[in-house]
């Protein structure tokens, strides 16, 4: 069958089933979008901007497990994406990126709107490809699907000449492949992980993205059992675990409970488990969990030994991994550490101001509200520590933030891809003003498609973690982060298609929650709290964990 090369995109984006795909268009592009025209089988959504196209294809792909999809014009709408691509590259995120080109005869030569979008993202893609030739065109889009959703997940791009999208070639159906990756534990390493398991009298799982993105969460849960182990995760590592499971801590690192902190920095084992010892977690790396053996399961070999040298490694698939381990492993009981965790939890609670309006207020009522069913994506600052700290993820893939890039302008775009991927799910996405302007015209592209979200703004007036850390380290100089400007966000939400309500206390919080929640279109909710609100418990940067401090430690300091 002879098709064209924008046919032949087409064709394979349905090979790989794909339903959705989030762009804008452009002249390089526009015979592929022609084709796509023919298409209604594939949802294309209409961005207001190439980056939020790219944080589209990114929620709809963390929401869903599917490989996100996006498309742009060469040049500006090309480096418009390149943002958004590194976000998921950061965050083993799968998508493919699909840009297209000048002529052949044109490239290098300065053209009009162009740009070497490979080499641009070369380092943050896990691949990209130049299409050339338009016989290459349909296997090069296949590889891309494949080493996008294989391994280590991430954003594989693929950009294509305009000649190579009007040219003729023979396409062949097939059907979707896995990339065969090698298997990279033995049994040996099964042997000697449970050794350390069964020697330890003191064991603390610490739980990544890894286990959201392998589908791991019920076997996480059995071998925590199984080895009676508490369980702390990152910000990636969400939903993981159970947040209402008694063996639950909370979240490690720099704003992480003082349980999981202080715990990590007391146990005689640390099973990082599809985690990378991330800066933000371990701080001072000398200090971090020194007083313990570390093993170390993930799939990517990589990230063995970089940050924190481990004692014994397991490299692999992590569900296929707690799978055996679970198989053989003898039931622990170790009562005596686990009491002294529960002791930690209980002197050591989640707190905050409750006699006025706050973010974790907020978030706790939405929790209450959506009865922790919902998808909460945020934005990157305090309102995304507090949406990490206060709302309890039963289940994976609930949560989606940036967190190896953190991505101002993030969440609007990602709510609306998880939305479009999981419309059974209510999905709100909590931003700071000084986020939530940045990418503020995605609220156009909810309008337009009539998108139910739920859009809540916590607005301080200030970018609220820049501000913390120049009153708690720069003696409160705070040099351009002051943000009480003229923006009515009321008017914004409502000139761009939709509801709007504003409050200032609990109380018409707690209603405003209730009538977004039956609202079938898309909303905002301004939450007017106070600039000097501020996210405990926190690590000064370079320090050990367990130097964790809270407001009532500041109290008592200054006393």
Same mark, same amino acid.
Request: with cysteine; aromatic share 6%.
């Given at each position: ?59 709809? =792909? ?24 590194? @976000? ?16 052949? !005869? ?33 296997? @090069? ?11 280590r997940p991430g954003p594989v791009?693929?950009?294509? @000449? ?16 896995? &990339? ?26 610490y739980t990544g993205g890894g ?58 084992? &640390? ?172 609220? =156009? ?25 120049? @009153? ?58 106070? !600039? ?28």
């Amino acid at each position: 069958m002879q098709l064209t090369g924008s046919e032949i995109v087409i064709e394979c984006l349905k090979e790989q089933g794909v339903d959705t795909v989030f762009g804008y268009p452009g002249g390089t592009i526009l015979n592929i979008y022609d084709a796509l025209y023919k298409h209604p089988e594939i949802k294309h959504v209409l961005t207001s901007h190439e980056q939020g196209a790219a944080h589209a294809a990114d929620g709809y =792909a963390r929401a869903t497990g599917k490989v996100g999809v996006c498309m742009a014009t060469s040049g500006p709408g090309a480096t418009n994406l390149v943002t958004g691509i590194a @976000t998921a590259f950061m965050d083993s995120v799968p998508m493919v990126a699909i840009t297209a080109n000048v002529v052949l !005869p044109l490239l290098g030569k300065d053209t009009f709107q162009e740009v070497d979008i490979a080499g641009v993202t070369m380092p943050i893609t896990k691949h990209g490809y130049i299409v050339k030739d338009v016989n290459d065109l349909a296997d @090069t889009i296949r590889k891309a699907f494949a080493i996008a959703r294989s391994g280590r997940p991430g954003p594989v791009l693929v950009d294509i @000449t305009k000649d190579v999208t009007a040219d003729k070639a023979e396409y062949r159906k097939q059907k979707p492949t896995e &990339l065969k990756l090698p298997k990279r534990f033995t049994d040996e390493d099964i042997e000697t992980a449970i050794k350390l398991i069964e020697r330890s009298k003191k064991p603390f799982i610490y739980t990544g993205g890894g286990t959201v993105i392998s589908g791991a969460s019920n076997e996480l849960k059995e071998f925590a059992h199984r080895i009676d182990a508490p369980v702390c995760d990152t910000l990636m590592g969400k939903g993981g675990f159970d947040g209402n499971d008694d063996l639950y801590t909370g979240m490690i690192g720099m704003h992480g409970t003082k349980t999981s902190n202080l715990g990590v920095s007391r146990c005689d084992l &640390l099973i990082a488990i599809g985690a990378r010892f991330s800066d933000r977690v371990i701080g001072k790396a000398s200090k971090f969990a020194n007083k313990a053996k570390i093993l170390h399961i993930d799939i990517d070999p990589a990230e063995i030994n970089k940050n924190i040298k481990t004692d014994a490694s397991v490299i692999g698939d992590v569900k296929e991994i707690l799978t055996i381990l679970n198989s053989k492993l003898k039931q622990k009981n170790n009562e005596e550490w686990i009491a002294s965790i529960k002791e930690l939890k209980e002197k050591y609670p989640l707190k905050y101001e409750s006699d006025r309006l706050t973010c974790p207020f907020v978030i706790e009522e939405l929790y209450r509200q959506t009865k922790g069913e919902a998808i909460i994506t945020t934005d990157v600052g305090q309102h995304q520590m507090w949406a990490a700290q206060y709302y309890k993820y039963k289940e994976p893939r609930t949560f989606l933030s940036s967190g190896g890039l953190g991505t101002m302008g993030y969440g609007l775009g990602a709510c609306i891809g998880a939305k479009v991927g999981r419309p059974d799910k209510t999905v709100i996405n909590v931003a700071g003003d000084g986020c939530f302007r940045m990418n503020m015209n995605e609220l =156009a592209t909810a309008s337009r498609y009539n998108i139910p979200i739920i859009q809540v703004l916590i607005n301080n007036e200030v970018l609220g973690m820049v501000r913390q850390w120049q @009153t708690l380290f720069y003696e409160g100089r705070y040099s351009n982060t002051i943000l009480t400007d003229k923006v009515d966000y009321q008017m914004v939400a409502k000139g761009l298609g939709c509801e709007a309500m504003k409050v200032t206390t609990k109380e018409e919080a707690v209603e405003a929650i209730g009538k977004a929640l039956k609202l079938n279109r898309p909303v905002l909710i301004e939450c007017v709290i106070d !600039p000097d609100d501020k996210v405990f418990p926190m690590v000064p940067a370079g320090a050990a964990i367990d130097e964790v401090f809270d407001g009532d430690d500041l109290k008592q300091t200054k006393g």
